[in-house]
């Protein structure tokens, strides 16, 4: 019998890489929307929040404007409900009014499946119909089982099936950070 080794963890985002990150993903945003105007940035719960509210902070430093915001989870939507559990823990969803006719930016920490996006979409459709919706994640993993894909990404990195991505942050976690962490190896 092999011998397993223990799980291989590598930083790939310290905090300086990710406030960079997130700096270049507000540029994105901005030109996507060609400006603040019809712009609502909606962060997946729990992290996707986190980051959308930094980087609707950071559009507003920029152009001095607020950004409207507004938080998703997505729990009740997945189509793997079953598999959660009898009693999922639901999350706060607010959104700031009817998204129709507005740029409604979805926000996530790590893109893998594309199954939390989708069920993100299938949701906002219950908030009216905007004019359009872009997707905006941190890490973008590859892996995809539905045709989804990210508008703007902070880092694209080459994950294999037992590999994991564990996004900290600061409001969370105490400190910022994104670890690649390699499954064990047979």
Not at 6 to 28: F, H, K
Not at 71 to 87: F, H, M, N, Q, S
Not at 178 to 185: A, F, P, S, T
């Amino acid at each position: 019998m092999a011998a397993r080794s223990a799980p291989d963890r590598t930083t790939i985002l310290d905090a300086r890489a990710l406030a960079r990150a997130l700096q270049r993903m507000a540029v994105e945003v901005l030109e996507l929307a060609q400006g603040t105007e019809d712009l609502v940035l909606i962060g997946i719960q729990r992290r996707g929040v986190e980051l959308a509210e930094r980087i609707a902070k950071l559009i507003e430093k920029d152009e001095g404007v607020t950004v409207p915001r507004g938080a998703l989870d997505i729990t009740l939507y997945r189509d793997d409900l079953e598999t959660v559990g009898p009693k999922p823990v639901i999350g706060e969803t607010r959104l700031p009014g009817d998204l129709t006719g507005k740029h409604a930016v979805i926000v996530d920490d790590v893109l893998y499946t594309g199954r939390t996006v989708r069920a993100a979409l299938d949701e906002l459709a219950d908030f009216g119909r905007p004019k359009r919706i872009s997707l905006c994640v941190l890490i973008d993993r590859g892996g995809r089982e539905l045709p989804i894909q990210a508008d703007i990404v902070g880092k694209a990195v080459k994950t294999g099936l037992g590999d994991r991505i564990d996004v900290l942050v600061e409001e969370l976690d105490g400190t910022d950070q994104v670890n690649l962490i390699r499954g064990e190896q047979a």
